[in-house]
T-cell receptor, first 114, second 116 residues
Framework: DAKTTQPNSMESNEEEPVHLPCNHSTISGTDYIHWYRQLPSQGPEYVIHGLTSNVNNRMASLAIAEDRKSSTLILHRATLRDAAVYYCILRDPGGSGNTGKLIFGQGTTLQVKP | NAGVTQTPKFRVLKTGQSMTLLCAQDMNHEYMYWYRQDPGMGLRLIHYSVGEGTTAKGEVPDGYNVSRLKKQNFLLGLESAAPSQTSVYFC???????????????FGPGTRLTVL
């Protein structure tokens, strides 16, 4: 499984945009980029995923570099509720029999200051 | 829809005791997973199942067994608990969308297990 690298922690002010980076220089052509987040004392929740093009949903935007070796999760206006650990995960749905497995790293702990 | 539920929420065991954690999902998902999360760490996959009656080992399967007798349930068993199995256990499920199509996993709230 290809590996991702994220900063251990980041800080943001409430109501400001947040850009969470992820490096994945060994990504393969069929790897999707997934983002999950884990709020304190809860299970992870899906945020967004993409393959090549930038993606938007109600929670966030995902900007993928043209060479796909890095990506950025964008929270447009951070709220206190967005304080969580954010995980960037690569997943090849066609590999290993398409088992859907996710390999979690340590993620980025986002603090949001009022 | 309740989504993914886990029973129990908390449990304290003594070394050598056994227990079963139950995961249930009402989304008719084919795939189910058991993860453990130790303090300050990301989740690690213990076992998973790609359909009723099938199971497979993940990253850290030793000391655990699983069963998937019904599509909606995935059981995780500890036959002889050890202090190293103190952790938070998360169950997840996902649907199959075809070869080459990625999709999200839905997670339960977790079971906090302490082994003394």
């Amino acid at each position: 499984d290809a590996k991702t690298t994220q900063p251990n922690s980041m800080e943001s002010n409430e109501e400001e945009p947040v850009h969470l980076p992820c490096n994945h220089s060994t990504i393969s052509g069929t790897d999707y980029i997934h983002w999950y987040r884990q709020l304190p004392s809860q299970g992870p929740e899906y945020v967004i995923h993409g393959l090549t093009s930038n993606v938007n949903n109600r929670m966030a935007s995902l900007a993928i570099a043209e060479d796909r070796k890095s990506s950025t999760l964008i929270l447009h206006r951070a709220t206190l509720r967005d304080a969580a650990v954010y995980y960037c995960i690569l997943r090849d749905p066609g590999g290993s029999g398409n088992t859907g497995k996710l390999i979690f790293g340590q993620g980025t702990t986002l603090q949001v200051k009022p | 829809n309740a989504g993914v539920t886990q029973t129990p929420k908390f449990r304290v065991l003594k070394t050598g005791q056994s227990m079963t954690l139950l995961c249930a999902q009402d989304m008719n998902h084919e795939y189910m997973y058991w993860y453990r999360q130790d303090p300050g760490m990301g989740l690690r996959l213990i076992h998973y199942s790609v359909g009723e009656g099938t199971t497979a080992k993940g990253e850290v399967p030793d000391g655990y067994n699983v069963s998937r007798l019904k599509k909606q349930n995935f059981l995780l068993g500890l036959e002889s608990a050890a202090p190293s199995q103190t952790s938070v256990y998360f169950c997840a499920s996902s649907e199959v969308r075809g070869h080459g199509v990625s999709n999200e996993q839905f997670f339960g709230p977790g079971t906090r297990l302490t082994v003394l």
